[in-house]
């Protein structure tokens, strides 16, 4: 289903008579860019076709590979994974919060065919021409909220954010920690079969660092490349091996959807959507949180304050990490740096920020840096390096 001509010919042929929506002849299908994972769509609907008509809808289908690279094999059995966080998980975590407000939520699962790999969902981001007056809610990734701000009340909005996300975070980990209670047992057993996300994740943080050190001509000394190698053991062999609880896995702040009210200056965060749930897992609680700001800390990297865009981009992570902090969850201080310094030194082959090699090598350079620091407890050499890294640190120690 690579085409939208196949997902309408897909379409076409279900019987959707139990679902809540009838998806079947849609008015348009679109191919949504962007993603990494899966083949995705939009689907377009004329409010004219009745009464369990939906204006859009997002479907997803799941091959046997990484959209962004074929030769990747990653099964299609991931897809179940997203199916049970978007179903049991997100009922079980709402009913953590009854008579407490919580605005963050995963997107409703309207549809899911297994055989077929294919999920159709809520569209939490529809474009505004949805809109009969083109006007409504603005829908931005917080991504983008941190590289443009939207708002005059920007950094009020990532406070928001942050006690919303940091809380959010706090009860997956906590409601999903203990085996021994019959919830938390239910749950975990749903996910821990899921270790070739895992994997993935472990390659491409952690196992890939050498090669990457050695794409950008780096050299370390023989003794840092050796105690290199025993961090990553270790990292690889905790994350691979610790079912702490139960992880998003891909807290990834494009993955996070924000829905934005207000036709002024001052906008009102109404709702959080995370997206993409197929990466979770049963692993170390501190992954969340160290993938989540493993993303803004390149961000600060790369644009430097001072400027709105950098304290909006920084208020993110810092309010999250006060919020999960003050929620009663903690987070191991050198895990969470050597991830950082790991991803950063991965990942910068897909940043298009900056397409100059000096810069990118002297990224990767601190990222391998910051690991080894970290297995130091150098704090005060990674926050001389990175100010940022050193004010999350801060709140760790």
């Avoid at 047992?185 to 749903?190: A, E, I």
């Avoid at 050299?219 to 994350?239: C, G, P, Q, W």
């Avoid at 810092?318 to 999960?324: D, E």
């Avoid at 310094?341 to 810069?359: I, K, P, R, T």
Wanted: with cysteine; charged share 25%; net charge negative.
């Amino acid at each position: 289903m690579d085409t939208e001509p196949r997902v309408e010919a897909y379409l076409n042929t279900q019987d959707f008579s139990t679902c809540k929506y009838d998806f079947a002849h849609p008015q348009h299908v679109e191919a949504i860019k962007g993603g990494t994972t899966n083949y995705t769509y939009r689907l377009l609907y004329s409010p004219e076709k009745g009464q369990r008509s939906v204006v859009s809808a997002v479907l997803k289908f799941a091959a046997e590979y990484a959209t962004n690279d074929p030769f990747t094999p990653f099964s299609s059995e991931r897809q179940r994974y997203e199916a049970h966080a978007m179903r049991e998980l997100a009922d079980a975590l709402n009913a953590q919060y009854e008579g407490e407000e919580c605005i963050v939520r995963a997107p409703e699962l309207y549809y899911y065919d297994d055989a077929s790999h294919v999920m159709i969902m809520e569209d939490i981001s529809p474009p505004p021409s949805l809109s009969a007056s083109g006007a409504g809610p603005l829908y931005i990734s917080l991504e983008n909220m941190c590289q443009s701000p939207v708002g005059e009340n920007a950094l009020e909005l990532m406070r928001l954010l942050g006690d919303q996300l940091g809380r959010y975070l706090y009860r997956l980990h906590s409601l999903t920690r203990g085996a021994s209670e019959p919830a938390s047992r239910d749950l975990r057993v749903l996910f821990l079969p899921n270790s070739m996300s895992k994997e993935i994740d472990v390659q491409t943080c952690f196992r890939d660092v050498p090669a990457k050190l050695a794409q950008y001509g780096i050299r370390l000394s023989a003794d840092d490349h050796n105690k290199l190698a025993d961090i990553i053991a270790d990292l690889d062999k905790d994350y691979m091996n610790t079912p702490e609880s139960v992880i998003m896995g891909d807290t990834f702040f494009g993955n996070i959807i924000l829905k934005l009210n207000g036709n002024g200056g001052e906008k009102t965060l109404e709702s959080i959507s995370i997206i993409d749930w197929e990466f979770a897992a049963c692993a170390p609680c501190y992954v969340d949180l160290a993938h989540y700001l493993s993303e803004i800390w390149l961000q600060d990297r790369f644009f430097p304050g001072p400027g709105p865009a950098a304290a909006v981009n920084q208020e993110a992570a810092i309010s999250t990490f006060q919020s999960y902090i003050r929620s009663g969850g903690s987070v191991d201080p050198r895990r969470l740096a050597c991830y950082v310094g790991g991803h950063a030194a991965c990942f910068l082959q897909f940043m298009d920020w900056n397409d100059h090699d000096g810069v990118k090598r002297a990224v990767a350079k601190e990222g391998a840096l910051m690991m080894l620091h970290a297995d130091k407890g150098d704090w005060a050499e990674i926050g001389r390096n990175s100010p940022f890294m050193g004010k999350i640190l801060e709140l760790l120690l």
